[in-house]
């Protein structure tokens, strides 16, 4: 997608240019409209994790700022003075009323007046900026609510507790404070990240997110290990190379190829596996070596041949890698349904298929790697919500699994179009090769077949990606979702066959 505007706001924002959002109410209505906003600025910094965190938070702002105004206007109204202690306790139940049943009345008030809400998010090279700011003076009872919801945060000891407990109580506004106060205090953040500031007619509040979270050194060190931990692993099997040697001679004959492929049995077994798999979509099982090789095709050969190798090095490495191989199966399957359900992807399917099988690769290597020397990471750290701590961890060391990837496939000679896949899909928009089309793919299936795992939604995905598959509202998203799953439902049997 060369020249979007979804890359003209990234570049824009990167570059040091503010963006800016003007309310003059701020409900409901507004919020995916905010949510989409903030998907893009967190993507354009690579901070994706903080995307709900931010979305509470800003929302809330926006919603104190909004209702601050609509106050100043029904007081006005009433002709009461905000700042006469009889006249506030006499207009004040009558406004939570007013603002509690008749909203869009007051909402429609505010449309005459001057009273404005806007958020502006600048990024600077240490951090990301958000000022959220209403046109009113604040009183002395709102700086107190917002003191006290900050002070509340102190007896949480991590974002899960904060969360369990916004869930299980009424108590939940504020919780967007609570939760960016918990995170930096962790992390060790000492500067001052929240900031309360009045003018006579205006009230400004400004978050401002580090976008390290560890000191320099530290992130140094870290990227230190990896690169050595990359650099240790060894190179693919002498058999698995030679065979990739094979496959890329333009005159390579299928019989041949078959003998070669027959000296290691357990290779022989893995290929005649795959083949037999529905990543094939085989109806009838192939026995022979020569057929199953026609079938996975030239084209395909090397990547299966690469994912053999690297498969069989990483297992043996490190531990509990089965849930990331059968993430990589099930994206990979996903994307074969995305090529049959949409036409104009059916040509592109195939390679972003078996490119798909790498994606994750660097995901084994960061979450095996024994990080327990950096304290920040282990009180960031939470047992049951595998996203947050996922996005938390590589916030917290500053280098992404999209890049431990890129290493690990540049040692071991992955050729381009596997190589951009395993960089750019989070990003598909940022690969600049013609290989885009497969990190669009691999980011859709990536995306839907996480949805259980309450790893993304509609809403995550960048709406300009969704359009280029056709896909303009939530409804039509979760009929191909639904799709997707009936279809990979009915092939699961087979399919964790390949990893058994
Ligand atoms: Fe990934
Ligand atoms: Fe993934």
């Known amino acids: 997608m060369p020249d979007s505007p979804l890359v003209a706001f990234q570049e824009e924002f990167l570059s040091g240019k503010p963006a800016q959002k003007d309310y003059v109410h701020f409900s409901e209505v507004n919020c995916h409209d905010l949510d989409l906003w903030i998907g893009r600025i967190c993507r354009s910094v690579s901070l994706e994790f903080l995307h709900e965190i931010l979305f509470t938070i800003l929302n809330e702002l926006l919603v104190n700022g909004c209702k601050a105004n609509a106050k100043r206007v029904f007081f006005r109204e009433k002709s009461l003075n905000l700042q006469e202690p009889s006249d506030y306790k006499k207009g004040i139940s009558l406004f939570k009323f007013q603002f509690g049943h008749h909203r869009t009345e007051l909402f429609r008030q505010l449309e005459n007046t001057e009273y404005l809400v806007n958020v502006i998010a600048k990024n600077h090279p240490q951090y990301l900026e958000f000022k959220v700011s209403n046109n009113a003076k604040i009183l002395e009872e709102e700086r107190n609510r917002i003191n006290q919801r900050i002070l509340a945060s102190e007896k949480y000891k991590n974002i899960n507790d904060a969360y369990k407990e916004s869930v299980d109580s009424e108590e939940s506004s504020g919780l967007g404070i609570v939760l960016i106060h918990i995170l930096l205090r962790n992390s060790g953040v000492k500067e001052k990240f929240f900031e309360l500031k009045t003018e ?129 199966f099930k994206v990979s399957l996903y994307v074969r349904f995305l090529g049959e359900q949409i036409h104009t992807y059916a040509k592109f399917a195939e390679v972003a298929s078996v490119s798909g099988l790498l994606h994750d690769i660097g995901r084994m290597v960061l979450l095996s790697l024994d990080l327990s020397l950096v304290d920040q990471i282990r009180v960031l750290k939470s047992e049951d919500n595998t996203q947050l701590s996922e996005w938390v961890e590589e916030y917290t060391l500053g280098i992404t699994h999209s890049e431990i990837g890129y290493m690990i496939g540049k040692k071991w000679n992955f050729p381009e179009e596997i190589l951009d896949v395993i960089r750019f899909h989070h990003k598909p928009w940022l690969c600049r090769t ?51 799953k009936r279809k990979y439902e009915s092939k699961k049997e087979e399919y964790e066959r390949i990893l058994s």
């Open 434 to 484: 013609s290989n885009e089309v497969y990190c669009r793919l691999v980011y859709l299936s990536d995306i839907m077949a996480s949805t259980h795992r309450g790893k993304g939604n509609y809403y995550t995905i960048e709406p300009e990606v969704l359009s280029t598959f056709g896909i303009y509202d939530e409804k039509s998203f979760q009929e191909l979702l639904a799709h997707l």
């Open 200 to 328: 006579e007619h205006l009230t400004t509040v400004t978050v401002r997110i580090p976008k390290l979270l560890l000191p320099i050194d530290s992130q140094t060190k870290i990227r230190n290990i990896l690169t050595q931990e990359v650099e240790s692993l060894p190179p693919l099997s002498a058999h698995i190379q030679h065979l990739i040697r094979e496959v890329k001679k333009k005159d390579s004959d299928w019989h041949p190829l078959a003998e070669e492929v027959k000296r290691e049995p357990a290779v022989t077994a893995e290929i005649l596996k795959i083949a037999n798999s529905p990543l094939f979509g085989a109806h009838q099982k192939v026995i022979l070596m020569e057929e199953a090789l026609k079938r996975i095709g030239l084209k395909n050969l090397e990547s299966i041949l690469l994912t053999l190798g690297a498969r069989k090095i990483l297992n043996g490495k490190y531990d509990k890698q089965i849930a990331i191989w059968s993430h990589s």
